[in-house]
């Protein structure tokens, strides 16, 4: 009798240590991630790393970096004259998520973002709008910068490929505020006549790079990041 309530015992002593080891794989704390879109996908590349961290089943906070200059460039910002020799990029992302379905091996969550942006180059031999005076100009050279402000809120599928690996996709709509400056402009010459170029079969906005002072409106975000969990 001793002997069978020791094998019991040790039965439900192993069975709940298999649970947990279980329970233990499928749980995860951390999350770091990289945007595939950023560096691909975008006019003004750079390339994001972020950092997610859960606080309870259901709030997590992110934190995201990126950076891009022309050196480290992959995608066709160069070639499409959008990125200069000093284009440089520094942007900032926090993030809160809440996890609508914290028991799901597929995660659906909801997060609202903040953005932060600030993009510099310099060009030569172009033209720029300027919002104020409805204005076109050319010119010989100039040094651009731009500001962006943004808050977005944005819906989240996790798809799991392996226990660590996996991938995030993200998309959401919001609003932003932009501040382009072009300064020390040299040779500026106003034109009254200037035509934007054609610069592909589909319309493309090259506001953020051509319209010079401030521009509020709506922001759409999209993107897929390879995450990895532990």
Do not use: C
């Amino acid at each position: 009798m001793k002997s069978s309530y020791i094998l019991i015992s040790f039965v439900i002593l192993f069975t709940n240590f298999t649970f947990a080891q279980e329970k233990s794989i499928d749980e995860f704390n951390s999350i770091i991630t990289l945007s595939t879109f950023s560096p691909i996908v975008n006019y003004a590349p750079r390339w994001n790393l972020g950092y997610i961290r859960k606080i309870d089943k259901r709030y997590w906070l992110g934190f995201e970096l990126g950076y891009g200059n022309k050196n480290i460039s992959v995608n066709f910002a160069e070639k499409g004259g959008y990125i200069k020799n000093d284009y440089k990029i520094f942007e900032i992302k926090p993030e809160i998520y809440y996890d609508l379905k914290p028991k799901s091996k597929l995660k659906h969550l909801l997060s609202l973002e903040f953005q932060y942006v600030k993009h510099t180059d310099k060009f030569n031999n172009s033209w720029y709008y300027d919002l104020d005076s409805k204005t076109y100009f050319k010119f010989d050279s100039a040094e651009y910068q731009r500001i962006k402000y943004g808050i977005g809120i944005n819906y989240n599928l996790i798809y799991n490929i392996t226990k660590n690996l996996a991938l995030l996709q993200k998309a959401g709509i919001g609003f932003r505020k932009r501040d382009v400056l072009y300064s020390n402009v040299i040779n500026r010459i106003e034109d009254e006549n200037f035509e934007e170029p054609d610069s592909s079969v589909i319309p493309v906005s090259n506001g953020f790079l051509r319209d010079n002072g401030i521009n509020n409106s709506f922001n759409f975000n999209l993107d897929l990041k390879i995450i990895y969990k532990f």
